[in-house]
């Protein structure tokens, strides 16, 4: 299903706001793999190697996730506002915040351990 053939089309603004949210997950999704990519590659001595690698693995994975789930969430806003009902409610929000307490928890606890 074309989501250009879904109801009438939004006020312009709107769809551009749309938009402008999707590309802040995506910015987000890049920050979360530029993290796990440096954590990886360029802090070798910051904790054993089997720990620095499934939380770098976690956050490329988180990465992918958002990258994903801003995409649906944009789908499922458009859609939304071509049939004139109210915005879907994400959980997404909830679960980002959490992950990332426990990733920089977890990033803490390895520099105070190394240093």
């Not at 796990?36 to 996730?65: K, S, W």
């Not at 915040?97 to 240093?115: E, K, P």
């Amino acid at each position: 299903m074309k989501i250009s053939r879904v109801g009438e089309a939004p006020d312009y603004r709107f769809s551009l706001a749309n938009e402008r949210t999707f590309l802040a997950w995506i910015r987000t999704a890049l920050g979360f793999l530029a993290a796990g990519v440096g954590l990886d590659q360029l802090a070798p001595n910051l904790a054993t190697p089997v720990i620095r690698e499934v939380l770098a693995l976690l956050l490329c994975l988180l990465a992918g996730l958002l990258a994903l789930g801003g995409y649906l969430r944009w789908l499922r806003n458009e859609r939304a506002m071509r049939l004139k009902q109210d915005l879907p409610y994400t959980r997404g929000l909830l679960f980002i915040s959490l992950t990332m307490a426990l990733v920089a928890a977890a990033v803490i606890g390895m520099v105070l351990y190394a240093g």
